[in-house]
Structure formats: C-alpha cells, structure tokens
C-alpha cells in the first residue's frame, strides 16, 4: 500500500516530489557532524542525494572530514544508482559506532562527483546539522537520510514501507 504523502507548505519539500532514479546536487549550506565530544566533519562543499520516499542522504568532501576517524572498511555494498559502496567504522572522543559512515569509491557515472565522499547515518553520531538545523535520522537504520524541517514524508524505512 503506498502512503498518502504530506503537502508541503511554503519553503518546504516533499520526499514524494524527488524523483527515481536519484538526483545528485551540490549543498553550499554548511553540514556537521559531530561525535565523541568533537566535529568530526564539517564542510561548504557537500552534495545531497534526492530520492523517492527518503529524505536527502548529504555526502562530504573527504577532505573535510577530521583525520583519523574513520575505520578500516568493513564490508561492502551496492547500490544499484551509486554502484560499490565501502562501509566505515567511526571513532572519536574514545567512542566507537561500528558501520556508521560510508562512501562510493568509484560510483556510476551520474555520481562521478561524490567519488569518495563519506555520508554518516545520523543516528549513531552525536549529531548532525544542515545550516543551525540538528537532523532527525531517517526511520528504521538501513538507510541513511538525513530529515530536517521543511522535508515532509512519511518517509521510506519504517515499519511497512519496504515495498515503496
């Protein structure tokens, strides 16, 4: 069954709005994410992924994210718009969240600028903001959105939408 989307009001968004396959843009809005006490990565130069049914999932510049965090790969997976994905362990401040970053090392042509940029699941971090506003995981830990005021859903990963 699929869901009745929310309208959006002035200035905000829809995720039923975005379109599939995914469409990759440039984010000029400062993003952070902050874990074991500290920024671990902050940038002006970051891309967001827009998709059907799922909020923005922002990657950052490698550069941009502090030295040392993140972990070895763990496993990997693929996407079938992005290509291969690597998984990475995070580890700050003496705290350690197992899987909780990823990056596409070579993704498909139409992701070509993303190459090696790491997204972060929100929910294991500390938190995570786009501009002042602090980020609402996306439902349910497989994916990993970023929700913010001004998204509207519902949202792809709860309890009965994997068949959106």
Known sequence: MWPTPIPPGPNAESVWDYPRPPRLEPVATRLRVVFGGRVIAETLAGYRVLETSHPPTYYLPPGDVAAGVLGPVRRAGICEWKGRAVLYDVAAGGLRADGAAWAYPDPT?????????????????????????????????????????GIVGPFKGGPGSMGW
């Open 109 to 149: 042509p139409d992701f070509a600028p993303i190459a090696g940029y790491v997204a972060f699941y929100a929910g294991p971090m500390e938190a995570c903001y786009v501009g002042d506003a602090r980020v609402i995981p996306q439902p349910g830990g497989f994916y990993g959105g970023w929700i913010t005021p």
